[in-house]
């Protein structure tokens, strides 16, 4: 099972309905996103870029 935090809440990613991903700019960091942050759009900042999206 994966875990970790949301990149952009901080919630802990456990259970369903959640998504983690590298970086669609430099492939490195890792972006990790709850259900409500990717429902609702909240931006999200790479740790190693900062790229900025959702």
Partial sequence: ???????SC???LAGKGFTTFKC???GE????R?????DQAVSYKCDK???QGP
């Fill in 1 to 7: 099972m994966i875990t970790g935090q949301c990149t």
């Fill in 34 to 38: 709850c259900e409500q942050c990717r």
């Fill in 10 to 12: 901080g919630l802990r």
């Fill in 24 to 26: 669609p700019a430099c």
């Fill in 29 to 32: 960091g890792s972006i990790g």
């Fill in 49 to 51: 870029c900062g790229f």
